[in-house]
């Protein structure tokens, strides 16, 4: 991910290998049914991750990441890519590890 200070506008852009997660949940309630109850899950959740080699572990990272149970259905789109024409994509198992290296923005949707 290319990275640059907006408090510092003449430093360098920095290529960092971190992506962002975000949580969204389809609906209208802002929480989702957690692993840890005492600590509900918001939409706004945005964390800095490192992109795991396969598609199973990244579904596993965002159950950890977000405290999400195992049941839960999640479904893995990213709109970052100039072929989505900022319409939120599908990523696929199959096609994960293809796009890996270009995936800096992934939202982790709760169906």
């Known amino acids: 991910m290319k990275i640059k200070s907006k408090l510092s506008p003449n430093s360098p852009v920095e290529d960092i290998p971190v992506s962002i997660l975000v949580l969204a ?28 080699e396969t598609f199973q572990a990244l579904v596993n990272l965002a159950r ?20 989505c024409h900022n319409a939120p994509v599908h990523i696929t198992e199959d096609v994960y590890g293809s796009l890996r290296d270009v995936l800096d923005y992934l939202r982790v949707e709760v169906q």
């Open 64 to 83: 950890i990441t977000f405290h999400l149970h195992e049941n839960i259905q999640l479904r893995i789109t990213t709109d970052n890519l100039d072929v």
């Open 25 to 52: 949940r389809i609906g209208r309630d802002p929480y989702i049914i957690t692993s840890e109850p005492q600590h509900p899950a918001k939409i706004s959740g945005h964390t800095f991750v490192h992109l795991p």
